[in-house]
């Protein structure tokens, strides 16, 4: 057992003897833990090299869900503020289970619900992070200029930096983000929204219950949500039928749909390389010619 595990372990009171170890699937950018001590089960990532940060936004995020109350995430029993290039953990705890039949419909109903709890402003207080990249926020009176400013802006400068935005690529990101408010709503509801919904961050506890994971929270419009579930092959129908029986669909979301996933797919840009140049290229052109 690593040095920074058996820290999280003691730091969070946890002195009994570690009973099992194993290596879990957690992602692209964490280590993960699967840890049974003779006090307790545990799921814990480790990273080296983060920002002190980084797992303090996620243990803030997950938080916000829960109180919520309306659907499950990982209790967080302790985090790391690493400093200097250090490696840091969090340790929550550990939930399996299987689906069920009706578990994709239950994650709508409880997104829906989700979605309903709503803030006076758009965005969020400090920075926090979408995958490995540093997300901007602050609290904006209006969600357009929140998605102009924090996050198409920051995406198109960062794709510059990294040498991918030629030109017509450019023209075509600057010209959408100037024209933005002919499609994007100044004033939808501030939904609280998990902010990186695919469908790798959520998973099935006891009784096929539906669990959100790994959240990148902000205030915003649902429909920026609901986007992003139909970019990677999309939620199960019922998981969209449900959902819709709690909170139906924006009246904007099918005009909106494509600029909402353009923000991912340039975060997929930015991350991964030139392999998504081409979908971004896409709803460019669809909405700009």
């Known amino acids: 057992m ?23 699937a957690g992602g692209d950018i964490n280590e993960a833990y699967h840890i049974t001590t003779r006090e307790n089960s545990y799921f814990i ?5 983060i920002p002190t940060h980084f797992f303090e936004v996620e243990a803030k995020g997950l938080e916000l869900i829960r109180n919520t109350n309306t659907i499950r995430v990982p209790y967080v029993y302790y985090f790391d503020r690493p400093e200097n290039g250090t490696a840091g953990a969090i340790v929550m705890e550990w939930i399996s289970g299987a689906p069920q039949n009706d578990t994709p419909a239950r994650l709508g109903r409880k997104l829906g ?18 995958g490995t990249l540093a997300q ?5 009176g209006d969600w357009l200029s929140y998605y102009q400013k924090q996050r198409l802006l920051p995406q198109l400068e960062l794709a510059a930096r990294q040498g991918l935005m030629n030109h017509e690529r450019r023209s075509k990101m600057e010209q959408l983000i100037a024209q933005l ?21 959520w998973m099935a506890g006891p009784d096929g219950e539906p669990c959100l994971i790994d959240p990148s929270v ?5 429909s920026f949500e609901l986007a992003f579930t139909e970019l990677f092959g999309g939620f199960p129908k019922q998981f969209y039928e449900a959902y819709e029986d709690i909170h ?40 700009i010619g």
């Open 2 to 24: 690593n040095h920074t595990i058996q820290n999280a372990l003691h730091n969070l009171g946890d002195h009994s003897p570690v009973e099992a170890i194993r290596q879990v």
């Open 45 to 49: 990532k480790t990273n080296e090299g």
């Open 136 to 140: 901007p926020n602050g609290w904006f």
């Open 113 to 130: 619900a989700m979605h309903q709890v709503e803030n006076e402003r758009y965005g969020l207080k400090g920075e926090s992070f979408v």
């Open 248 to 287: 139906p669909f924006p009246p904007h979301y099918h005009d909106t749909k494509a600029i909402y996933q353009l923000f991912y797919l340039l975060v997929h840009l930015n991350l991964f390389g030139e392999s998504y140049g081409r979908p971004v290229d896409r709803i460019l052109t669809a909405y």
């Open 181 to 201: 408010d002919e499609w994007i709503p100044k004033h939808p509801g501030a939904s609280l929204l998990h902010g990186d919904l695919w469908g790798g961050n």
């Open 218 to 222: 902000v205030y915003g419009d649902r």
